[in-house]
């Protein structure tokens, strides 16, 4: 297949898992007035706690197995192979998940004491392992509808539980003013509904069914990718721990805003990242590939780096939109995290050269060395400077993994990608914020700078000539339709 339906092709599914992704991340940001008036800062940041808590744990109790599953799923068209991969998963992260729930239960009041000092929060980890349970099922079965490049009825099943999260959330937390425990029983209630819904969906697929010899195979794939997620958490979600004890947990709730109003990155990302891996692995040509990774990072470089200057710019007006007053500061680490996110976004497109080549074990060390960045520089930039040490961390970590895959990727399966290009849309976005916020000027100037990133671009000499002549056209063409 050619470059042109390739890249259509992934545009395609991108966006309609986007959809899904664009409704939660409207909900979310509009969820902050609620949050931010029912909850203090510290409440919001007890809360954040358990979420960055349980991923990290969502991530050891998986073992890999989801990357596994979408690898070995491509191995062969024949539906029996197919079915046993998705049973052999599904149960393996039945047992995982329930083992995790137990054992929540049982050491609540230790882990309350560890994290925040005491047992008082006990109930909350508690309900936040049952929000974990109800996560790693989920995601499993969705991910069927990933392999399956269903993307409508992904996101489907994703709308409907936003829809339902967000009515039990409001009514547990503005109704019943159900507090911190209202937002992470509200956050699983969809979650579990849907799941139990797809189980009934699915259950000719999911028979009593169990291969150990393809465990261990999957195993062999994917546990060498824990650490290499462990690290990726540490560089995501370990600055709310250290924080909370470098800082306070007002911080942590001041960050976390924050977080929240970059995480409008996360939505692009998102879409994307559904998307990718079932579409990196099932194009069969290497060729092919090849050519394809090269002009996805390209793209998707571009991409964020303009999303992600106009969060920047624009991220004062929207917290004083959103937010209560009294969490104002949040603007501040905006723009910094949303530029980390631009190489976080090259990496993912890089990492898939080396699972398509299945020279996984070796992912830890980039990750590590990412991980370690982002750890000293968080104990050291934190007690000084709070949460902006925190956004610089990430920023580092980020372009330090970046920087470690691309070499290793390039070692075990090289790609011709534009790096010029690649760093010319990134370095435009960047002296662009940097302009913005040197200047100031208010609102105009911001909104008129974020719209400039495109014409920076072609003044730079991004472009290829094809794409100039194709943008070209498209402008005739709608300036044709607009005119009487």
Known sequence: MALGPQLRRLGKHSAIYGLGGLVQRILAVLLLPVYTRFLTPADYGTVET???????????????????????YFDSAEPTHRRLVLRTSFWFTMGMATLGLVLGLAFSGEISTALFGSRGDAELVMAAFVGLWAQMNYEQLTALFRVEERSVAYVTASLVNIALTITATLILVVGLGA??????????????IVYTALLGYRREQLGLQFDRALLREMNRFGIPLVPSALFLWVTNLSDRFFLVKLADTEEVGLYSVGVRLASAMALLLTAFRMAWPAFAYSIEDDDEARETYSFVLTYLVAITSWVALGLGLLSPWLVDWIADPAFSESSTVVGPLAFAVVPFAAYIVIVIGVGRARRTQFNWVVTGAAAAVNVGLNLTLIPRYGMMGAAVATIAAYLTMFLGMAWWAQQVYRVEYQWRRVLTAAAVGVALFAAGKLVGGGLPVALALSLAYPLALLATGFYLPVERRAIGARLRLARARSSP
Request: overall charge positive.
């Open 50 to 72: 358990l979420v960055a808590l349980t991923t990290v744990l969502v991530i050891t109790l998986r073992l890999g197995i989801t990357n596994a599953f979408f690898r070995f």
């Open 179 to 192: 507090g911190p425990m209202g937002v992470i029983v509200g956050g699983f209630t969809g979650t579990l």
